[in-house]
C-alpha cells in the first residue's frame, strides 16, 4: 500500500488480488468437488449422485477462507439416506475428515467435512435448487461489467473488518446479503439494468412455485451509464447507504425500489413452499428469487446504526482529503492476517473468522464502543433509528 500512496486504484486492485481466490484455486476446489462426486457415486452407485458448487465459490466473490457451498442432488425417484452419505464420506472418501452436521435454520441440516487434499472445508446441502439459480442470476450480473466483482468483495471484505470484531456473525448482513445491496445500488443509480424485465426473459424457470426467471442475455440488456472506477463505486455505496436509503421505509431489492409497508403488505396473502411471512428487521433485504424471504431479519438495529454510520465517516474522511485505502485499511492490517494461504479452511477457521453461515440466533445487546470518537449508547433493539439517534 504504502508503494501505491498516490494511486487509490492501484492499492484497492492489491488489496482484492490479496483476498480473493485466485484462479488456480478456484480449479483446486472444482477438481476436489469432481474427486468426491466420483467417490461418492462409486460407494453409493445408481444413484446418479451429482454436486454443484453454488455460493460465492462458485461466483468468484468468495474471500480466502470461505467455506465451499455444495448443492447434492440425487437421480429421479431416488434416494439417499444422510447417515450414508455420512458413512461414505467418513470410511470411503480418501482426504475426508472431520464429518459432521450442523443445522441450518430454514433450510434443514447442513453436512460439514474438511477435505485434507485441497485443504478446504466444505458444506454440503441436500438438492439446494434455489442457491443454485441465485448462483447463476449473480454469475449472470457479474458478467455484465467486470468491475461488479472487484466492487463486492471489497465491500465484504470491509464488512468483516469493520463488523466482524464488533458484532456476532448472526447479527450482521451475511455476504449474499451484501452482495445484494451492492447491486441494488448499483441498478438505483442507473449501473446497472434491470435483469427481471418480463419481455426480456427466454427462459420461464419455476422452482417450489416460485419465479426464478431472469434475463440470462446480457447482450440484450442496455449499456447504461459507465460504473467508474472501484474507489468511485466504494465512495457512492457508503454515500447511499449513509445518507440516502432510509432503513425505517425502504427494503433492499434487486427488482427496483421498494417499502417495507408493501413487502409486509403483499407477503401476508403469499403461499409457497420456502416463507411465508417477511420478517420485519431494522434491515431488510429482499432474496431476489423468494420476495417473502428477509435475508437480514436477524441483524440487529445496532448494527444497522453502527454500518450507517461508518458509512457516513467514510464520505466525511473522503471529502476532508483522507486517502480512501488509507482510512479503509489502514490501522487495521492486522484484520488481513485472517484472510490468508490459499484458499484453506480450517476449523479454527470457522469458529474464529467464518462469517458466511445465516445462522439464526438470539440478538445480543449492543457494544458500548464508541463510534467514532462519539459518544455511544446501549439501547433495546425495539427503538427506531431517529429514537438512537436521539
Known sequence: LEEADDDPVCALNMVDAAISVSDQVRRKHQEACSRIQTQL?????????VLSLYGSAATGLALRDSDLDISLTVGKDKRLDRDDLIRVLKEKCTGVSHVHVIPAPGQGTITRFLDGISNTMFDILFSNRLGVANT?????????????ARFIRLVVYWRRVVLGARFPKQCVPSSYSITVMCLHFLHQKGLLPDFFQTSLITEHKLIYDLDCSFVTDISKLPRLSEAGTIPELLAGFWNYYGSEFNVETQVVSMRGALNKSEVEETSKDTQHHYVTVFKPSPLAVQDPFVPTHNLT???????????RDLCRSAVSNLSKGAPLYTWMFGGIAGNAASVHGDGASTSSHQDSVDMEDEDEGEEEEGSKTPVWGEE?????????VEEMEH
Not at 457415486?41 to 449422485?49: A, K, M, R, V
Not at 447463476?136 to 461488479?148: F, G, H, K, P, W
Open 41 to 49: 457415486n462409486d460407494h453409493l452407485p445408481f444413484l446418479n449422485l
Open 136 to 148: 447463476a442470476l449473480i454469475n449472470t450480473v457479474l458478467s455484465y461489467d467486470t468491475r461488479i
Open 297 to 307: 431479519h436477524n441483524v440487529t438495529l445496532e448494527c444497522v446504526v453502527y454500518f
Open 376 to 384: 455511544s449508547v446501549t439501547v433495546g433493539n425495539k427503538r427506531s
